[in-house]
């Protein structure tokens, strides 16, 4: 009772203040009216689908719609509500004061509600409307091609100039418009790379989530030092109560099976040598190795027939990874590509300004490049969402590193 108790308080505060500030401004009783309807509606559907939704059944379109139509109803009502409710606090010590002063008529006790403060806090709160109905609408495709140069001493010469393109995190269960799928395709084609990586999460949790986009993904080209893939937490069918393990394990059979069906080398453990011209390099993928998720990742056996002088780059779900284990090793891991935080999916970015999302109180890497004494790892943002079926601020995100041999370290 009281797991439910708590959330009623909080909801009814939240439409108490809320209907406050819309009363104090509004005066159509029609247009208040309607108001209260939609209102009442979103909460009787809400409640409907938490009471009714099974919580093993995995991220599906209706679980998106809820959680997005939740943060839209509910987001700016916090503005509104925390406004007013300091507004009361005021009124109240106001009325205080003027009892004890020896005013203390009741028109003075507690002072009428002021217009002004209704407007601004409206007005406030339809910043996160705004920004939330975007990122549903626009930005969850607005999808953004980010380059970065790295340079390495010890970059074998004929890799001089290679460029990759990576990406991460399709989730693919979640996508609900060819076309700005297959734009993306075309961006990722575009950039004509030599090496084309993925870094995991290739759905939300089942197998058939990607069979409308197979032929769609099976598009990206094929670039002469190939396309490679590893596993990200989504792929392991964690988040779903299967019937029994075999079940489970037919979809993560088939979840494996998806990368080759999009013309993607996944790796399990394991690297492959990829040669230019005279020269050659190591790329190695590891399962999906998290601090808080699913540790299937064996750095050793990943790594096994790698030397220490080898030019490295490692393919790694999850960047708490990297900062747990790949940054201190002895082997020297050049670079690292890692995925999984999605930025949050929220945040604020503004080139050589800031660069804020509340991810970065969880992960120390969280998007975009880090670097620990000449050893990187890009975080990319992701390709597609989750949860939340949108993005506002951190962008989804198709990535071409350039490699460059050089003594200086940029």
């Not at 396309?227 to 393990?245: M, P």
């Not at 620990?372 to 949108?390: D, E, K, L, Q, T």
Request: charged share 20%; glycine share 8%; with cysteine.
């Amino acid at each position: 009772m009281l797991r439910w108790l708590i959330p009623l308080l909080l909801i009814s505060l939240l439409e108490f203040y809320s209907f406050q500030a819309v009363k104090t401004v509004v005066k159509s009783k029609w247009v208040l009216g309607f108001y209260l309807l939609v209102s009442l509606a979103v909460i009787v559907y809400i409640t409907y689908f938490f009471l009714t939704h099974d919580r093993g059944s995995g991220q599906n379109k209706q679980s998106l719609f809820t959680i997005g139509l939740f943060l839209i109803a509910f987001v700016p009502k916090i503005f509104l509500t925390v406004i007013l409710l300091g507004e009361d606090i005021y009124r109240l010590l106001s009325g205080c004061l003027n009892y004890f002063v020896g005013n203390n008529r009741s028109d003075y006790f507690f002072p009428q509600r002021r217009k002004f403060v209704s407007q601004i806090a409206l007005s406030l709160a339809a910043i996160p409307f705004g920004s939330l109905m975007y990122g549903i609408t626009i930005g969850k495709y607005n999808f953004k091609v980010r380059k970065q140069t790295l340079f390495f001493p010890d970059l074998p010469p004929e890799f001089d100039g290679t460029t990759i393109t990576h990406i991460s995190d399709i989730h693919s269960g979640s996508f609900d418009n060819p076309e700005k799928i297959q734009y993306a395709i075309d961006l990722i084609n575009e950039q004509n790379s030599d090496l084309i990586l993925f870094t995991g999460d290739i759905v939300n949790t089942h197998a058939k989530e990607m069979h409308p986009w197979i032929d769609t993904f099976k598009g990206i080209h094929n670039p002469k030092l190939g396309k490679f893939s590893v596993l990200g937490n989504h792929d392991y069918g964690e988040y779903f109560e299967w019937d029994s393990n075999e079940e489970k394990l037919a979809n993560f059979n088939e979840i494996k099976d998806l990368h080759r069906q999009i013309d993607f080398d996944l790796l399990l453990n394991r690297n492959v040598e990829i040669k230019k011209g005279k020269d050659s390099i190591k790329l190695i993928g590891v399962e999906n190795w998290g601090k808080h998720f699913k540790k299937a990742g064996d750095l050793a056996i990943a790594s096994e027939g790698v030397r220490k002088e080898d030019f490295k780059i490692l393919m790694s779900h999850d960047p708490s990874h990297w900062d747990a284990e790949v940054q201190h090793h002895d082997n020297h891991y050049h670079l690292t590509l890692s995925g999984h935080t999605h930025g949050f999916q929220f945040g604020i970015e503004i080139p050589g300004w800031i660069k804020w999302s509340p991810v970065q109180y969880v992960y120390k890497q969280w998007a975009g490049l880090y670097e620990n004494v000449g050893r990187y790892i890009y975080v990319n943002r992701g390709f597609g969402f989750h949860a939340y079926p949108g993005r506002v601020g951190i962008m989804p995100e198709i990535t071409v590193i350039e490699l460059k041999k050089s003594e200086n370290v940029a």
